[in-house]
């Protein structure tokens, strides 16, 4: 079973980013506004310190030192219920489509206000980001999402837990099909229309733990509570949405 003390861990796929991009800062203040009391006026030093940034914004604007992106924020609280943010450039080498990529991540603590929160912490980063795809896992599911990837001389190729195979996300022909799925699903439109989400006719049950987004994708979630891979209700709920979109992961017939 997942354990109590590991983190949620959150991530979006959104256009490339550029200097001076509008959408780091909205990200940050994004973030700020859907969880409860944060402040995201902190970084972390290289060698692991606090630093106070008492002009975050504009610090944020600058961008990273290697590139544009977010530079590394969080919250000034303990370790182990720290908030953290940050954002930068995925090469088009390893992207769908060979196109580079706004890779954006965030780390909430496992406790009750992070999982209240997740979901609309994942809308919030996803519309801010005109973000494609994203997701929000227990940091422990990390491991087996890794072990469905095959990777070239995989054979055969036995992912854990009988979940299925998955292309590597840069032989997906497209960046708005997500690379597999998770507790938590940010679906742009765009991402939406790829997979076939909704269908009434097939997607009751998904669509009675759905939001639509301001942007008009959608936030969905499997499971009420956070996905536990040694939970079989839970495992049986994500086979089962394997199953529902093939289109996920590369694994649609062409």
């Known amino acids: 079973m997942t354990a109590p003390s590991e983190s949620l861990n959150l991530i979006a796929y959104a256009p490339a980013p550029t200097r001076n991009d509008s959408r780091s800062l909205a990200i940050v203040h994004g973030l700020e506004r859907t969880f409860p009391g944060l402040r995201l006026e902190w970084t972390i030093s290289d060698a692991g310190q606090l630093v106070p940034l008492p ?18 924020v969080c919250d000034g609280g303990n370790a182990s ?15 769908p489509g060979s196109l580079g990529l706004f890779e954006v991540h965030a780390e909430m603590p496992w406790n009750a206000t992070g999982i ?14 005109s973000a494609f795809w994203g997701h929000v896992n ?70 009675t733990r759905a939001r639509r987004t301001a942007s008009g994708g959608w936030v969905v979630r499997l499971t009420d509570a956070p996905l536990d891979l040694d939970d079989p209700a839970h495992l049986d709920t ?17």
């Open 81 to 95: 219920s720290r908030v953290t943010l940050s954002g930068w450039e995925r090469p088009a080498g390893s992207s």
């Open 116 to 129: 209240a929160a997740a979901a609309a912490v994942l809308e919030a980063i996803g519309d801010c980001a």
């Open 138 to 207: 227990p940091e422990g599911i990390a491991v087996a999402v890794a072990e469905q990837f095959r990777h070239p001389g995989d054979d055969p190729h036995l992912p854990p837990k009988g979940l299925p195979s998955l292309k590597l996300p840069w032989e997906l022909p497209a960046p708005e099909l997500p690379h597999y799925l998770a507790w938590l699903n940010y679906w742009s439109a765009a991402a939406a229309r790829a997979i076939g989400f909704p269908d009434p006719a097939r997607d009751g049950d998904l669509l």
């Open 55 to 72: 002009r975050r914004d504009e610090w944020v604007a600058k961008g990273r030192r290697d590139g544009p992106g977010i530079p590394l």
């Open 238 to 254: 994500l086979k089962r949405a394997y199953e529902r979109f093939p289109e996920i992961g590369g694994r649609a017939a062409p």
